[in-house]
């Protein structure tokens, strides 16, 4: 069992930075596979990144590919998202999530996640 906690998340202006934590338990941090998704008020749940096992190999939707940076530390069993030039329609409540340890690809859709945290909120003014 892995537990997921996120933390980072509050208020910004538009063109602002935050950087998302999500730290999690288990001794399987290391070889899962993370992801970052969101969703905003009225709209369905979004991928945003994901990173391999190493950290070598991330992936990225277009939407925010530029302005989102995701990373881990395995030392830490810890996977980040810096984001940068928040704008109003990044608003939302950030999950992540992690993948059974048997599946090695960066993918996108939330059905190939198992573990998932209780998400943190980022509200962006303009």
């Known amino acids: 069992q892995v537990q997921l906690v996120e933390s980072g998340g509050g208020l910004v202006q538009a063109g602002g930075s935050l950087r998302l934590s999500c730290t999690a338990s288990g001794r399987t941090f290391s070889s899962s596979v993370m992801g970052w998704f969101r969703r905003g008020p009225g709209r369905e749940r979004e991928f945003l990144a994901a990173?391999?096992?190493?950290?070598?190999?991330?992936r990225y939707a277009d939407s925010v590919k530029g302005r989102f940076t995701i990373s881990r530390d395995n030392a830490k069993n810890t996977v980040y998202l810096q984001m940068n030039s928040l704008k109003p329609e990044d608003a939302a409540v950030y999950y992540c999530a992690a993948r059974s340890s048997i599946y090695e690809s960066l993918t996108q859709s939330g059905n190939g996640y198992v573990y998932w945290g209780q998400g943190t909120q980022v509200t962006v003014s303009s």
């Open positions: 990173i391999s096992r190493s950290g070598e190999s991330t």
